[in-house]
């Protein structure tokens, strides 16, 4: 992944990408050696698609989580069957 290269002094332009990158580095790539790159990769998908895309507050729906999204919109009736 490469991080878009805006213009100069736009201080919000690469934020988006940054703050990504650092939870990634935190939570996937400074927790243990990998010894191949298939293990590494296998690791950083999983993380995105459980974790992060799961937590992060999404512009489409209204600024919720997918989680809080589908509580939201999931019948009371469907929940207790």
């Known amino acids: 992944m490469v991080g878009s290269m805006g213009n100069i002094g736009t201080a919000a332009d690469n934020a988006a990408m940054e703050s990504f990158f650092s939870l990634l580095q935190k939570n996937v790539l400074n927790t243990r ?46 929940v207790a069957a």
């Open 33 to 78: 050696r990998w010894a191949t790159r298939d293990q590494l990769r296998i690791a950083v998908v999983t993380w995105i698609e459980r974790t992060y895309h799961r937590r992060r507050r999404q512009k489409a729906l209204g600024r919720l989580t997918p989680e809080e999204y589908e509580t939201i919109m999931t019948p009371q009736l469907l």
